[in-house]
């Protein structure tokens, strides 16, 4: 069956740097957009970010754009989010995402 894998969460102070990466199996990965979501406590679940099949097309939610950059690689199956100038607003549980199929997700605390 499909597994979604998310790594790369962590503690940083604002202004930090995280990359998480979401690798994938058991999953058609090179045919599908992938996004990437979050989940702040409190909070509905939010897309963030979004990538075509084949990397062509990207886009963000306004919050974070100019700071994450998704990116894939479809020889690896992996998708990417690079997160720069991070803020305490970022703070949150994120989740790669394609069709129904979703990883457990990658705590991310942004916090001085």
């Known amino acids: 069956q499909a597994q979604f894998v998310e790594s790369g969460g962590g503690a940083v102070q604002p202004g930090g740097s995280l990359r998480l990466s979401c690798t994938v199996s058991g999953f058609d990965f090179n045919s599908f957009t992938m996004n990437w979501y979050r989940q702040a406590p409190g909070k509905e679940r939010e897309r963030v970010a979004w990538i075509t099949h084949s990397g062509s097309i990207e886009d963000y939610t306004d919050s974070v754009k100019g700071r994450f950059f998704i990116s894939r690689n479809n020889a690896r199956k992996t998708v990417y989010l690079q997160m720069n100038d991070l803020k305490p607003d970022d703070t949150a549980v994120y989740y790669c995402?394609?069709?129904?199929?979703w990883g457990r997700g990658t705590q991310v605390t942004v916090s001085s």
């Open positions: 995402n394609s069709l129904t199929y």
